[in-house]
Structure formats: structure tokens, C-alpha cells
């Protein structure tokens, strides 16, 4: 022991670290901060520092280049011992890291922890969110499969809607006039040094700012932040009811990391690595390209907005938004913490989230894409064939056949880009049904150029017949008059 | 002795010393930035543009659309498989052709032709195109991209080298005329139809393009 005591002291008597640890240790913190509300920034460090880890693991298998980076990948997977399970500690451990930011950020926002003096630290705080998508996104790329490549050809096709600059901006991102290797390097300068370069120093400004202001008191409805009189009152109450933080606060933080790496690690046991997905061959055109679980959100977004809003609000969307995080402090610096009392901060992050989880699970099943096979795989049901004339089985052939099936459903099966047809007749009278056939209109192409008359009366044949069984298909009341009246009708 | 008006010797010195690590800064930046933008200026000179065959003109039969491959012609030793490119050549009648880009004109995803119902559809937002790449359907705001294209001692030729994407200067010269193409056909079709009393009555309204 003594032994140890004096190798210590030798070293301190050099670097003279020990009493400004001691004091960051010990420093207090209010009592009622010592909870579990409290824990998802250290969490979001813990899993920050298991990805340096099991990225600096992976960067000795993995090599940067558009011809080799996939079957690295495999070899990963396959050949190199519990290669698949440190990639799959990897990929679990970004989205439990993006997903760990986000609720540390809500926390944080409910807790009025953003108000004077802490608007800096939230303003790094926003920037570590960026950075923490910004790793995701590029991490993906490094996948480098299917996904990866038309991803990034997603991410040149919003770039090049920047005015003036954007052409420019895109061959800059990829490195050249396609995607390439040159593509591939440079998203692997992003992820392995300019990101996670950029990602340490500001964790470190961020935790220093924790140590220096101290850390958020737990709000307490009606207890107003003023700038005269807070630091003050923070500095009396850490004073009259505060307590070290360690160890009175850290057992917490401690047993909760510890409890997000058993997850992380029974997540990457469980499901395993993500990918790769096929090969990064642009002539296999058989694909439908996704991207990863936190940009799903965005996938859905884009299909939704008319096509006039997209450019905008993907080029002016963001700016926003970053614009209104980091300006958030200097709105409202002041005033009530509690989220008792912030009614519309409340509604604001329950919107949001709302909104988010709405389009992510949309883009789970991506309603908006046709189902490229249906046409020729979805059986048509045989309730809409049974004792259907030769006509109507024709129309049946028709609908099937002119891939009207990849985006109508029939009996649940099928694309659900237009709407699903098990009762259209009831909606639509014969003349409608000619006319949305040959026209299109509200999304739908015409078919005009692609159906001859026999065809066309084939399928609206078949069309009529869609209706339930005790409901009677739509009529156009007035044709029956006419016709009557022409004498062409019984 | 120093007040505020005079400069001491170390001062002048070391202001000489920031001054003079600015200059070399500056120098070292012009290769450093000329560097990173490389990838830019490269193709400001529009070197990465040239004429690539696809094929022989019989390898397309009249009326259909086939897809083609080649090879992209800039490339770089760590590419890989990632040069190769696909499109779809349209061979509309003896040496009349239409090449489309392969990448959709909302956000690039490989577009599939459908003969039966002559249409290309997206996988991705369900962005859909018919047979001439005029958009039919979807989120793109314009038709599919066309590559500049010549047929050169019975080759297919086009002109390529840029991934196509909706701000590119490529798309803007070589493209459909955004938001709709001609769809002259429909009224040809119409005549067609004439025997339908029916469904002649309803394609009179036929949509036109302003």
C-alpha cells in the first residue's frame, strides 16, 4: 500500500491533477438532482466512448474503398472472430447514442435547463446533437451496400437543390462527378477523424460548463430564474441543501451506464449486425433503398410534402430549426423552469414527437412506394372472382397485368400508393371508373396510351364487380333519365 | 519607461511574428483549398463529360425500352463496381432514341420500366413516368433526366460522366421540360377510341398541358 502511495505521490507532485479531480468529484450538487431524470447525459458519454471503442475495433478489419469496403463488411460478418458481434455493438450503440441525445435533450429542455447562465452549454448541446446525426448518416454510408449508395444519391439530389451553389456542393460531397470511391474516402474522413474530432472537443467545452455552472436544480413550480439574483440563489442552495456529487449522485449514473451497455450488447447478441445489405453495384436496379431507423422520419416526410414545398422546406426547414435550438436560451432565458407551468413546451415536445413517430412508422411500411412485384406475385382473391362472367375475369387479368395492382390493394394485398379498390364500384359510377382509367388525376397516371377499348371496358367490368355484398354499386341517377329518354334504354 | 503611445521592441517583434505566420498561412492555404475543391474545379472544366456507346442500334427494338449498361467514363483505381451505370434506352423509331437516366428526378433512386402498362415506376416515394419520361405521377416536379445521345457508326452513343440530379446543370440542358412533357399521343388515341361513344364523350376533356 505504501508502495502504491508513494508511486502516486510521485506522479502528482508532477502533474498536480489530484486536487482539481478531488474538487471536480466532490463538488455539490443539489440533493433532489441526485435522481434518474438525471442520468442520460452520462449515458450519452458512456455509449460516445463503447463507439470510439468498437469503432477503433472495426477500423482494423474495415478497408475505406468502394471496391473493398463491402467484402471487408463480410469478412467482418463472417470470417474474423466475433467480428460480427463488435459490428453489431457498433450499429446498436448509434442508435441507442442518437437515441439517448434525444431524450437528454428533451429532459433537459423540459427542466428549463437551457435558462441563464446555461444558454452556452444547450447551444454546444445542439451542436453535439448534429454532430451525434451527423455520425449517424455517415456511418451508414461507410456500410457501404445498396443503401449506402443510393443514399448518398438521395443526399446529392437534395444538396443539388441549393440555388447556385448546389451542382457545386455535389461534387464536393462526393468527391467527384458520381459516387465513387472518392465518395466513400471522404465520408471515411468524416466519421473516423473530422466528426468525432469535432464530437470530443465539444463533449469536453460541454462538461466543463457542467462543472463550472453547476448542475440544473430540479425545477420547482413558481421558482422564477432571474439573471440578478440566480447564481446566488443556486450557489445558497447548493450550500444550504447540497451533497458531493460523488458519491452522494454518481451510483445513479453508474448503475444506468453499466445498464445501457448490457443493452446495447443484448440488442447486438439478439439481432445482430445491421448489414451490409446487397451489394454496392449501381447496374442492380432490383433494390428499394432505405434508410437508417433515425432518418426514417425524413423518408416519410419526403414523400408527403407536394412537390412545390419540397425544395423550400428541405433547403429552409433546417436552417429553422437549428436557427430556433440555438436561439431558444436568448427567447426565453428567464422565468418558469417547471414543466408544470410551460404548458406549450410541453405541447411542443409531445408534437414533435408525435409527428416524428407518426412518419416513422409510416416509413416502416412506406405506404407511398407501389410494391414493385405485386402485379405479378398478390393472388386477386377469390371472392371478387367467384361467378364473375369472362369479361370481368379478363378485367381481372387487365388489373393485374398493367401492374394496377402495384399500387391498388385487393383484399389488404397489394401497393397502398393509391387507394385500396375492394369496394371502389360503391365510390365510383361506371363513366367515373372510364374516366379515372384513362385519365388518371389525383396521382394516378392516365392509362389511355396503354389500354385498347376492348381493355379498358374489360377492366372497368371487373371494377363495377368491387363492391360488398349487400351494398349496391354507384349510379349516375341522371344517365338512366337520358338514355330512357333517347329510347335507347328499356 | 513605456507609455501607451510608444511600442517596445518585444512587442513589435512579436506582432512581426504573427504577421509573418499570417502571410505563410496564407500561402499554405491556396494549395490546401485549391485541394479540397478539386473535386469542383475539375468538373467546372467539364472534364468529367464524354461520349460513351451503349450499344448497337439493333441491340434496341423499334418501340421498346431496354435497359443498358456502361461504364462511367471518369474514373479512379479504388471505384470498384461503382463506375458502372444503368439507363433505360427508348428506341422510339429507326434512329430516333430516347436515353433516361436511371436515377429518378425527384431523389435519385433507380427508376423501373414497366412494358405492359408503359410506365417507370420508383420504389422509393412512388414517383411515376410514361414511356417519353414525362412525369406522370409522385412527388418529382419534372420528367426523368435524358443524357445527350448521337448514334455513331450503328452505336448508341451518349453523353455521360455526372450523376444526374434535379440541380445539376446537366438536368436543366438535357432534361424533359418540367412540369409536364408532351402528351400529344393522348389525342391520337382519342381517335382511336372514336367507335366508344362511351369513353370518346369523356377523353374530349382530355387534361392538356398549359
Known amino acids: 500500500m505504501r508502495v502504491i502511495r508513494q508511486i502516486g505521490q510521485w506522479f502528482d507532485q508532477r502533474l498536480q491533477l489530484a486536487a482539481p479531480i478531488r474538487d471536480a468529484a466532490e463538488h455539490p450538487v443539489p440533493r433532489n438532482t441526485a435522481s434518474w431524470f438525471y442520468v442520460f ?6 455509449v460516445f466512448l463503447l463507439q470510439l471503442v468498437t469503432g477503433i475495433l472495426l477500423a482494423l478489419i474495415y478497408v475505406p474503398s468502394a471496391s473493398e469496403a463491402w467484402s471487408s463488411l463480410q469478412a467482418l460478418n463472417h470470417d474474423v472472430t466475433l467480428g460480427w458481434f463488435i459490428r453489431a455493438m457498433h450499429g446498436w450503440g448509434s442508435n441507442f447514442m442518437v437515441a439517448i441525445v434525444l431524450i437528454h435533450m428533451v429532459q433537459v429542455f423540459l427542466f428549463g435547463a437551457y435558462k441563464f447562465p446555461r444558454e452556452l452549454t444547450w447551444i454546444v448541446g445542439v451542436f453535439l446533437l448534429l454532430m451525434t446525426l451527423g455520425m449517424a448518416f455517415s456511418g451508414q454510408v461507410l456500410r457501404f451496400d445498396q443503401d449506402a449508395y443510393w443514399g448518398l444519391g438521395i443526399g446529392a439530389s437534395i444538396a443539388s437543390r441549393v440555388p447556385i451553389a448546389g451542382p457545386m ?11 465513387a470511391g472518392a465518395t466513400l474516402s471522404r465520408f471515411f474522413a468524416l466519421h473516423v477523424f473530422v466528426i468525432p474530432g469535432m464530437l470530443i472537443g465539444f463533449v469536453c467545452l460541454h462538461l466543463l460548463m457542467v462543472l463550472k455552472l453547476g448542475i440544473n436544480e430540479w425545477p420547482m413550480p413558481g421558482r422564477l430564474v432571474k439573471r440578478a439574483t440566480y447564481e446566488n440563489e443556486y450557489h445558497q442552495l447548493t450550500k444550504k441543501d447540497g451533497a458531493p456529487f460523488v458519491p452522494y449522485a454518481v451510483w445513479k449514473d453508474l448503475f444506468f451506464a453499466a445498464f445501457i451497455l448490457l443493452a446495447v450488447a443484448a440488442c447486438a447478441l439478439y439481432f445482430g449486425p445491421f448489414g451490409p445489405t446487397g451489394r454496392p453495384d449501381p447496374t442492380i436496379i432490383q433494390t428499394v433503398p432505405k434508410p437508417d431507423y433515425f432518418f426514417l422520419w425524413l423518408y416519410g416526410l419526403l414523400s408527403y410534402l407536394p412537390p412545390s414545398m419540397e425544395t423550400p422546406a428541405l433547403l429552409i426547414g433546417p436552417v429553422v430549426v437549428i436557427a430556433f435550438l440555438v436561439l431558444l436560451p436568448f427567447l426565453s432565458g428567464e422565468g418558469e423552469k417547471s414543466w408544470r407551468r410551460r404548458p406549450i413546451a410541453v405541447l411542443t415536445v409531445l408534437l414533435i414527437a408525435i409527428i416524428l413517430g407518426t412518419l416513422t412508422h409510416l416509413a416502416g411500411y412506406t405506404p407511398w412506394s407501389p410494391h414493385m412485384n405485386a402485379w405479378s406475385g398478390d393472388p386477386v382473391p377469390d371472392k371478387f372472382l367467384h361467378g364473375s362472367t369472362a369479361l370481368q375475369r379478363q378485367g381481372a387479368l387487365v388489373f393485374q397485368v398493367k401492374q394496377c395492382r402495384n399500387c391498388h390493394s385487393l383484399g389488404e394485398l397489394g401497393g397502398q400508393r393509391g387507394p385500396a379498390l375492394d369496394s371502389v364500384a360503391v365510390r365510383l359510377t361506371q363513366d367515373q371508373l372510364i374516366r379515372q382509367v384513362i385519365q388518371g388525376g389525383g396521382n394516378m397516371p392516365a392509362y389511355g396510351k396503354n389500354l385498347s377499348p376492348a381493355e379498358t371496358t374489360a377492366l372497368v367490368a371487373f371494377l363495377e364487380t368491387l363492391h360488398p355484398a349487400g351494398q349496391a354499386p354507384a349510379r349516375d341517377a341522371a344517365r338512366d333519365i337520358v338514355l330512357r329518354e333517347s329510347g335507347t334504354h328499356p | 519607461m513605456s507609455n501607451e503611445n510608444t511600442i517596445s521592441r518585444r512587442g513589435l517583434l512579436m506582432k512581426i511574428g504573427m504577421l509573418f505566420n499570417g502571410v ?8 490546401v483549398v485549391r485541394f479540397l475543391f478539386s473535386s469542383v474545379t475539375r468538373g467546372r472544366a467539364s472534364a468529367y463529360l464524354s461520349w460513351v456507346p451503349l450499344g448497337h442500334v439493333s441491340e434496341f427494338p423499334e418501340g421498346e425500352t431496354r435497359l443498358a449498361m456502361f461504364r462511367n467514363p471518369y474514373v479512379t483505381p479504388t471505384d470498384g463496381k461503382t463506375v458502372e451505370t444503368a439507363c433505360w434506352v427508348r428506341r422510339v423509331e429507326g434512329e430516333q432514341f430516347q436515353v433516361f437516366a436511371i436515377n429518378c428526378a425527384h431523389l435519385g433512386c433507380p427508376v423501373r420500366w414497366f412494358p405492359q402498362s408503359g410506365l417507370f415506376m420508383c420504389p422509393c416515394h412512388g414517383g411515376a413516368y410514361y414511356r417519353d419520361g414525362s412525369r406522370a405521377s409522385g412527388p418529382p416536379e419534372r420528367g426523368l433526366f435524358e443524357y445527350p445521345h448521337k448514334v455513331q457508326d450503328g452505336m448508341v452513343t451518349i453523353q455521360a460522366g455526372e450523376l444526374p440530379t434535379p440541380g445539376s446543370p446537366t438536368a436543366s440542358l438535357f432534361g424533359n421540360a418540367p412540369p409536364c412533357g408532351p402528351r400529344n399521343e393522348l389525342v391520337s388515341i382519342e381517335s382511336k377510341l ?6 370518346n364523350a369523356l ?8
Do not use: F, H, N, Q
Open chain 1, 41 to 46: 447525459g452520462s449515458a450519452a458519454l458512456t
Open chain 1, 169 to 179: 456542393i455535389v461534387k464536393l460531397m462526393l468527391g467527384g462527378p458520381i459516387i
Open chain 2, 24 to 31: 505563410v498561412a496564407t500561402a499554405l492555404a491556396v494549395p
Open chain 2, 194 to 199: 372514336s367507335a366508344s361513344t362511351e369513353t
Open chain 2, 203 to 210: 377523353l374530349r376533356k382530355t387534361k392538356t398541358c398549359a
